[in-house]
């Protein structure tokens, strides 16, 4: 009877739900994640509040509203810079049309309007918030070209784009930029890594998680847990508790891929790190908890209906969701 009134519920509210989602709306996740590190940190340092904030102001819900706009038309802008068709053509992973056309020559304006509720919210955010829009679309310029170089400049750029935003959050707290910078610097370190090993989990079906990252692989992982130590020295000289707390316990996920240098390993250490994260900032600022909780469910169920997968997760293969 439950499932019966839930398949109903859901058919009424699917074709919202298939314009919502043709957007990557798991995008926004480690940007939510990231701001609210970032002004939960704030916080703590100029009001000495360290744990479970729950006050909500207008300034603050307008700038998580505003950056959560940007953050999505990025994201498309991302894909059509990544998929090489500004001229036309169809993204064949999401099924939509890339260019701008009737139907989606709204985007722009969405754009502009994220920006304007950014500035409403803070209008010292400004400046962070253009940086990371503008590091994430070279960075997906960068796709196109190949060799070792420009893949190492992606993955610093997303380091990069990942501070920026934490920063962003941290400034609209109104504390200092000079005080943050540590915990800047440890958020740049953590997705540089992070970024990096990332890019040895497979996206075909036919490899098996069980598999081993090669030499290559091997050589990353030691770097990531050379930047891990590094951004937990950040942190623990910064204070800072969510963040020291978070890293050093992603450093036995990191150990153990390591060790046994599998496909798997290196999964757990790119999905837990981000479900640490958001697990010690919901602990600062609990209000996280309630945007990340409602997106991923409702991910599931749409993901579930559409096409019977699993996505997002924090289990099985790289491939049991819709890619990522």
């Not at 939960?40 to 307008?62: I, N, T």
């Not at 502009?112 to 409403?120: D, E, H, S």
């Not at 990069?160 to 609209?172: D, F, I, N, P, R």
């Not at 958020?187 to 490899?207: H, Q, S, T, W, Y």
Request: proline share 4%.
């Amino acid at each position: 009877m439950l499932e019966k009134y839930r398949q109903k519920i859901f058919t009424q509210i699917e074709p919202i739900l298939k314009q919502l989602f043709r957007f990557d709306l798991n995008a926004l996740i480690p940007v939510w994640i990231l701001l609210v590190a970032g002004l939960g940190a704030g916080y703590a340092q100029a009001e000495h509040e360290l744990f479970w904030r729950v006050a909500l102001d207008v300034p603050v819900l307008l700038l998580f509203i505003g950056v959560s706009i940007t953050g999505l038309v990025t994201e498309h802008f991302y894909r059509l810079f990544a998929s090489g068709q500004e001229d036309g053509g169809t993204d064949a992973k999401a099924g939509m049309r890339v260019t701008f056309n009737a139907e989606n020559n709204w985007i722009p304006y969405a754009g502009f309007a994220g920006i304007l509720l950014v500035v409403l919210g803070s209008s010292l955010v400004l400046i962070p918030v253009l940086i990371a829009v503008m590091l994430r679309i070279l960075q997906a310029r960068l796709t196109r070209w190949t060799g070792i170089l420009p893949q190492v400049t992606g993955f610093i750029l997303t380091g990069l784009c990942a501070a920026a935003v934490y920063q962003a959050g941290w400034l609209a707290s109104s504390s200092p930029a000079v005080a943050g910078m540590h915990q800047t610097m440890a958020i740049a370190l953590l997705f540089f890594g992070l970024a990096a090993v990332a890019g040895l989990c497979p996206r075909e079906k036919d490899r098996s998680e069980l598999e081993k990252i090669g030499t290559t692989g091997f050589l990353w992982v030691l770097a990531y847990l050379v930047l891990v130590c590094l951004a937990a020295v950040l942190a623990v000289q910064a204070g800072d508790a969510a963040v020291s707390t978070s890293v050093a316990l992603i450093l036995p996920f990191v150990l153990v891929a390591i060790v046994y240098q599998r496909i798997i390993d290196i999964l757990r250490i790119v999905r837990y790190s981000i479900f640490i994260l958001a697990f010690f900032t919901g602990a600062r600022y609990p209000l996280l908890y309630l945007p990340l909780l409602t997106l991923f469910y409702l991910s599931r169920a749409y993901y579930n209906h559409q096409s019977g997968v699993k996505y997002p997760t924090l289990e099985g293969p790289y491939w049991a969701g819709t890619g990522g």
